[in-house]
């Protein structure tokens, strides 16, 4: 089955507010994760990553969050934009299997 | 540099037929990756290729067929069209496997099979 799953499928925010957007996954041998990004139409773009021995990390308006004690990670988006309106994936890094598993994804819309 | 581009964008085929779906990168990238996409779930990976000449199953290869006779080229092949394989195609690259780094991808296809 899924073992990299999000808690909501769909998320609405206004226009400056933070959005959080979170994952779970399973397997407590993954040990990196990306954020990617989906616009309408088009592949997935690279937002941030994270290696599993860190619990933070930060890039310009985003932040991902790794809990490894639950096995969730989250992405936060400050002061979201029209622009931030996609789909955004997380993925799973299992070296076992040598490439990433791919979430459902959470489709976000920001509200003007 | 274009990045990854894939043809075409676009593809109706019937039960059946067979075609190729084109992927190319001009990063220089040893690693190429072929995923599909239902609608509204994530990537699947059908087949990856870790060098010219190399290829691999990934988790969903049933029905298709890959080859990398160049670093730059890493064409999909569907022999037997069924209307399962109605599905968006990406292709990725990356400079080291998996998720070491952050794999790059393309605008993908769009296959209607009917």
């Known amino acids: 089955g899924e073992s990299v799953g999000l808690h909501l499928p769909t998320l609405s925010v206004q226009e400056g507010d933070n959005s959080i957007i979170n994952c779970a996954y399973s397997?407590?041998?993954?040990?990196?994760f990306i954020w990617y990004k989906q616009e309408s139409g088009k592949g997935p773009q690279f937002i941030i990553d994270?290696?599993?021995?860190?619990d933070k990390r930060q890039g310009q308006r985003v932040t991902v969050l790794l809990n490894k004690t639950v096995k969730h990670l989250s992405l936060q988006i400050a002061a979201t934009q029209p622009g931030d309106s996609a789909v955004y994936f997380c993925a799973e890094y299992r070296g076992s299997q040598g490439n990433l598993i791919f979430g459902k994804g959470t489709k976000l819309s920001v509200k003007p | 540099n274009a990045g990854v581009t894939q043809t075409p964008k676009f593809r109706i085929l019937k039960i059946g037929q067979s075609m190729t779906l084109q992927c190319t990168q001009d990063m220089n990238h040893n690693y190429m990756y072929w995923y599909r996409q239902d609608p509204g779930m994530g990537l699947k990976l059908i087949y990856y290729s870790v060098g010219a000449g190399i290829t691999d199953k990934g988790e969903v290869p049933n029905g298709y067929n890959v080859s990398r006779s160049t670093t730059e080229d890493f064409p999909l092949r569907l022999e037997l069209a069924a209307p399962s394989q109605t599905s968006v195609y990406f292709c990725?690259?990356?400079?080291?496997?998996?998720?070491?780094?952050?794999?790059?991808f393309g605008p993908g296809t769009r296959l209607t099979v009917t």
């Open positions: 397997n407590s041998a993954s040990d990196y």
């Open positions: 990725a690259s990356s400079y080291v496997q998996g998720a070491k780094y952050e794999q790059y």
């Open positions: 994270i290696r599993s021995n860190m």
